[in-house]
């Protein structure tokens, strides 16, 4: 596995969080952001919340970063 696999696979990783709709499938899960308010940020499921509400916010970079990983595709092979 080299290094351009394991960007491709974060890349797909961060389009995967982003296209989390939080009103159906993260809340009635009990994954909002609401959820970890006050001290119970530092737990694995606060992180996990966390990270995806980034991939939420950081639409517009991970869209272009898309861009320009597509082009690399194209024209390398």
């Given amino acids: 596995m080299g290094f351009w696999t394991l960007i491709e696979g974060l890349l797909l990783f961060a389009n995967a969080f982003a296209i989390l709709n939080e009103d159906r499938f993260l ?6 952001l609401a959820e970890i308010q006050g001290g119970r ?3 694995l499921k606060g992180q996990i919340i966390g990270l995806i509400h980034a991939c939420h916010f950081l639409r517009l970079p991970l869209i272009l970063f898309n861009i320009i990983i597509i082009m690399v595709k ?3 092979g």
């Avoid at 809340?27 to 909002?32: A, H, I, K, L, Q």
């Fill in 27 to 32: 809340g009635p899960r009990g994954w909002t």
């Fill in 41 to 43: 940020r530092n737990t």
């Fill in 74 to 76: 194209l024209f390398s």
